[in-house]
């Protein structure tokens, strides 16, 4: 079974490199962008980490912007569809502001 799948992946990949080089785009130079581009994001989140370390009240007005942005768009789809009513902005701000420090390392 697990071979059958192997074998079943490589062939698509044949064949999706087969279609790529007909169609007269080069696989590598896919590699090489892909490449640039996990680096670029990879530099891009150091340097947002870097500034949230220098300064921490940036992450707190920014998960406060973000919550009272949810907040007004879930209160105008809480009032179309009358469903519950949403968090609190403290509370979703709250929230957010643990996402950041936790994907940031914080």
Request: glycine share 4%; proline share 4%.
């Amino acid at each position: 079974m697990i071979v059958r799948d192997i074998t079943q992946g490589l062939v698509w990949i044949g064949i999706l490199l087969v279609a790529l080089h007909t169609a007269g785009v080069e696989p590598g130079s896919i590699l090489t962008t892909s490449a640039l581009l996990t680096a670029a994001i990879a530099l891009s989140l150091q340097e947002t980490r870097s500034v949230l370390e220098s300064a921490p009240d940036l992450a707190v007005h920014v998960s406060r912007v973000i919550a009272e942005r949810q907040a007004a768009l879930e209160q105008e789809s809480a009032a179309a569809s009358l469903r519950r009513p949403p968090a609190s902005t403290e509370e979703r701000s709250s929230q957010l502001l643990g996402r950041i420090r936790k994907f940031f390392s914080l």
